[in-house]
């Protein structure tokens, strides 16, 4: 049974930063981290490719946010710095774990996902 286990969410000040942690288990491919925010639709963030340590990110997020990993620990990182009110948003971290053809921004080309952790980003 594969598990994902998130942490490091919480409440910070506009311009504040987090890190978010992702522990999986089994062979990951890649990661990626989504958001939802209430009432709105479920969204791409960034993501990363496990083999190369390739790094996609949101346009929205470009220059503020990074994600990495350490292969070691089957564990992946996403750290927020200069968060904005608009990044409040509950926080997924997912894993490709089928060899292949993976669309990082694709929520469907994910194969598990975590249990979500709750960033509030305060004005």
């Known amino acids: 049974q594969v598990q994902l286990v998130e942490s490091g969410g919480g409440l910070v000040q506009a311009g504040g930063s987090l890190r978010l942690s992702c522990a999986a288990s089994?062979?990951?491919?890649?990661m990626g981290w989504f958001h939802q925010a209430p009432g709105k639709e479920r969204e791409f963030v960034a993501a990363i490719g496990w083999s190369r340590g390739s790094t996609y990110y949101a346009d929205s997020v470009k220059g503020r946010f990074t994600i990495s990993r350490e292969k070691a620990k089957n564990t992946g990182y996403l750290q927020m710095s200069s968060l904005k009110p608009e990044d409040t948003a509950v926080y997924y971290c997912?894993?490709?774990?089928?060899?292949?053809?993976?669309?990082?921004?694709?929520?469907?080309?994910?194969?598990?996902w975590g249990q979500g952790t709750q960033v509030t980003v305060s004005s």
């Open positions: 997912a894993t490709d774990q089928t060899p292949g053809i993976w669309d990082p921004s694709n929520g469907r080309h994910y194969d598990y």
């Open positions: 089994g062979q990951i491919y890649g």
